[in-house]
């Protein structure tokens, strides 16, 4: 059997990458050749290799290489060509890679991703598509042992063109890149003994049960979270059911176990997956004692069976899947048990994550290729380059097979990824190990160096900010939890309280925050500076009503809050605006749906007039050139910018004849816009004929390079029925539902 040490297998074309005489394109500039008598030289002149013309001039795409092949001159010219090696078309790679070349396998892993993604390119077009091989050596000064984020990589760049066509204008299509490290310095898996099998294997099992082990014995940070001002772990409520799949009985069954018929202390698994558009096995009221004495595994999605199968292997008697364990057709359990998935999740002594099957048949074990599983290790023959035993690598990897994964696209995944101590994600190409304070795959079993992949992905930055003991950082934290929850999909957008409920009690329960301090996606606590989350990409409203107005959750589509440089000035500081109190009517659970909601805002409030609008074109909507605030009035888009909540508000012709109000809530200079001073506000809407009642159409920012606290002078276009109540200085008390 092959060792660590040995070469993997690659073709004719990606071994010509690896041989020759590579040198840096500043040697060539100055003639500075690496010292090889043998190479005569009089001229430099570019080309893409012999079997295509040389040209006569370098171009854009030549310019760009750090590196470049060279090639001895010919007799007739007696010159020194520079050139990119030729590499096959898409569809070469796909064969290649099919014919067992390792680093064609990474490559075609990562194109047929780029094809799927891209459905409305020409496939036939883009498979004739040629590669051409660039590489440009990084070195650091500071390379050394002792700091290994420095070491030196080799960026692999494949750029293709059309119909293998020079590198003339028009003929560039993209470019995939891949990463080259010296092997001396990444800590790959051996590939001894290794039998190429997909499913449980032996390999699968011993990686796990090491990871797990690494993790309960030296992680303090996956451990039971301590609650504010304790100093023992609270006791996890536990759901109400789980799926025994102890083969004790018969192995081709498992049963529903009440929790209460078990007790409390017992190791459990948990299953994360993508139900897809039909889950043809449920857990319905019908079937409840049918399930209780056993349930033919055969039957289930073949997900289910893997988890099943899985956990069995790893010796855990309990897995709890969210359609085998609570009552599909009830709602009250449904609500019950989906409120619970802080303690669900947070007790789970390991969760299963099915991350690139889109529904319940895809299983857990997709790796479409067994050298997916194992480091492409190359032994390099060429000259110039520093080093020749090197490893190749997809530096995206992580992004594309677990971030981007299909399972990971689902709104109640968020929280499952986030509480859950530990997960081992079965991606696309390989399991990927992913805790608190570790990260590894079976390229890199013993974990992967932080100078390969950026493993400080935004989930786990927002977690660990969750666990801080700093009110401000803690918030923020949660800012982020709900900034990338927003960027995930629900089917139903009833669910889009609940689906976060169980981050939400975290934050409670580790900031020491009281239930009614949370308000349908927001807390109390900083209420004022959060209030003005904008619309990153909008998606309309929900047809049923979710949130009150003034919350993220009333809209679809990703929200983001104000950059953390600049909450740090202006969290804490004194603002226009003072929340005067909130409420929110709830349907009986605490964090869950909500009926209605309302905060009472005293601040600066202003009538607000736009100029009717140029008409949309192709590129844009409609545009609104002036806004105009008492007697002073601002053009265009240097001076006011908008976000709407509502898109339907962009193709509203008579937007401008709406009751439109501005409450400044801050005013702050902006050291990227030269120190010019910005007000951030929120943009209101009368409601109906209530006195002093609003709802949130969006934000808006007036920029204005001397008035530091924007007084209006002038008329306000406020009448008595605008405010509540109004002091002498102008501010108003009003409401926002």
Wanted: aromatic share 10%; net charge negative; proline share 6%.
């Amino acid at each position: 059997m092959p060792n660590q040490s040995d070469p993997s297998m690659l073709c004719t074309r990606c071994r010509e990458i690896f041989d020759g005489h590579w040198i840096c394109r500043k040697d060539l500039a100055t003639q500075e050749l690496v010292a090889d008598a043998a190479i005569p030289y009089k001229c430099i002149r570019p080309s893409l290799g012999p079997e295509h013309e040389a040209l006569d001039e370098p171009t854009e795409f030549f310019e760009k290489p750090d590196w470049v092949k060279v090639s001895p001159a010919n007799e007739a010219n007696d010159a020194l060509y520079y050139f990119s090696p030729l590499h096959h078309s898409l569809k070469g790679v796909e064969a290649s890679a099919q014919n067992g070349c390792h680093l064609c396998t990474i490559l075609w892993n990562k194109l047929s991703h780029l094809l799927e993604v891209n459905p409305g390119w020409d496939q036939d077009t883009m498979r004739r598509a040629v590669g051409v091989a660039l590489i440009r050596p990084l070195f650091d000064a500071s390379t050394s042992p002792e700091n290994p984020r420095n070491l030196a990589s080799f960026p692999l760049e494949l750029s293709y063109f059309l119909d293998g066509n020079s590198c003339r204008e028009n003929a560039f299509l993209f470019t995939i890149d891949l990463d080259i490290h010296p092997a001396a310095n990444l800590p790959v898996a051996s590939t001894q003994g290794f039998i190429p099998d997909a499913g449980i294997s032996r390999f699968a099992v011993g990686h796990i049960r090491n990871w797990v082990s690494i993790c309960l014995t030296s992680h303090s940070g996956c451990q039971p979270m301590l609650e504010a001002n304790q100093t023992q772990p609270r006791q996890l409520q536990l759901p109400a059911r789980f799926i025994d799949v102890s083969p004790s009985t018969d192995k081709d069954f498992v049963a529903l176990r009440e929790t209460k018929d078990i007790g409390p202390s017992h190791r459990y698994a948990t299953l994360s997956h993508c139900w897809g558009k039909v889950l043809p096995v449920r857990l319905l009221y019908e079937f409840y004692e049918q399930f209780q004495v056993g349930i033919a595994i055969h039957h289930l999605p073949r997900t289910f069976q893997d988890a099943i199968h899985f956990t069995r292997a790893l010796d855990v008697k309990y897995l709890w899947i969210d359609a085998l364990c609570i009552i599909q057709d009830s709602q009250d359990d449904w609500l019950h048990e989906a409120l619970l998935m802080s303690s669900v999740y947070s007790g789970s002594w390991l969760n299963l994550a099915a991350t690139s099957s889109a529904d319940g048949h895809g299983g857990l074990f997709r790796t479409s290729d067994p050298l997916l599983n194992l480091p492409c290790q190359v032994k390099a023959t060429w000259q110039g380059p520093p080093f020749n035993d090197l490893v190749i690598i997809d530096e995206s990897a992580w992004s594309r097979q677990i971030d981007q994964a299909p399972l990971n696209e689902r709104g109640w995944v968020l929280q499952e990824r986030v509480l859950a101590p530990r997960t081992v994600h079965f991606a696309h190409d390989q399991m990927w190990w992913d805790c608190r304070n570790f990260q590894a795959s079976e390229v890199f079993p013993t974990g992967i160096p932080d100078h390969v992949f950026d493993l400080r992905p935004q989930l786990i930055r927002a977690f660990m900010q969750l666990r801080s003991d700093s009110e401000i950082v803690g918030s923020k934290g949660w800012l982020r939890c709900v900034e990338k929850y927003t960027q995930t999909k629900l089917t139903f957008d009833s669910d889009r309280l609940i689906a976060i409920a169980g981050v939400a009690k975290v934050v409670q329960q580790l900031l020491g925050r009281a239930e009614d301090d949370y308000l349908a996606g927001m807390w109390k606590q900083g209420l004022a500076v959060d209030l003005l989350w904008r619309v990153v990409s909008r998606k309309g409203k929900p047809e049923s009503y979710v949130a009150p107005s003034w919350s993220w959750a009333s809209v679809r589509g990703e929200v983001s809050f104000d950059s953390e440089a600049y909450e740090e000035r202006v969290r804490g500081n004194n603002l226009a605006v003072k929340v005067l109190s909130s409420s929110i009517s709830s349907t009986g659970q605490a964090m869950g749906p909500v009926n209605s909601g309302c905060i009472k805002i005293q601040g600066p409030l202003n009538r607000i007039y736009l100029s009717a609008p140029l008409p949309p074109t192709d590129s844009r909507p409609l545009l609104y050139r002036t806004l105009k605030l008492g007697s002073a009035e601002f053009h265009d888009q240097s001076s006011f910018s908008g976000s709407l909540d509502n898109g339907d508000w962009f193709h509203e012709p008579d937007l401008h004849k709406r009751k439109l109000y501005f409450s400044r809530f801050m005013t702050a200079s902006e050291p990227s816009l030269d120190d010019q001073f910005v007000s951030r506000g929120l943009l209101l809407e009368r409601c109906g004929g209530v006195r002093g009642q609003y709802t949130r159409g969006g934000t808006l920012h007036i920029f204005d390079a001397t008035r530091e606290n924007l007084t209006i002078t002038g008329d306000d276009g406020l009448n008595v029925d605008d405010y509540l109540e109004r002091d002498d200085a102008g501010n108003c008390i009003f409401t926002v539902v």
